[in-house]
């Protein structure tokens, strides 16, 4: 079973920065997508940034042009560089990915998530 260990979540003012890591337990090349979810207080939980196997990149309209996915697949790294975060930004972000196998349907992996808190 593939292992997504998120990081880099915390406390920060409107207008702060943020960088998240998702480590992978395998080599993240071969999955299908990765992608950042975020889960808010009341709310289901939402995609807001996906990149596929051959680069290419969706975003949440509400988050495009202040994140950026992007990954490093030398180190198993998923990033989401999250610039002038808003308190309606608030929320547990996850790691996901959608593994390849020989079922029918790919695996869904999920890390255990990472608070991120808006707030003056």
């Known amino acids: 079973q593939v292992q997504l260990v998120e990081s880099g979540g915390g406390l920060v003012q409107p207008g702060e920065s943020l960088r998240l890591s998702c480590v992978a337990s395998?080599?993240?090349?071969?999955?299908?997508?990765m992608g950042w979810y975020r889960q808010a207080p009341g709310s289901e939980r939402e995609l807001v940034a996906r990149?596929?196997?051959?680069?290419?990149?969706t975003y949440a309209d509400s988050v495009k042009g202040r994140f950026t996915i992007s990954r490093d697949r030398a180190k198993n790294t998923l990033y989401l560089q999250m610039n002038s975060l808003q308190p309606e930004d608030t929320a547990v972000y996850y790691c996901n990915a959608a593994v390849p196998t020989t079922a029918p349907y790919d695996y869904r992996a999920w890390g255990q998530g990472t608070q991120v808190t808006v707030s003056s």
């Open positions: 990149i596929t196997r051959d680069g290419r990149i």
């Open positions: 395998t080599s993240i090349a071969s999955f299908n997508t």
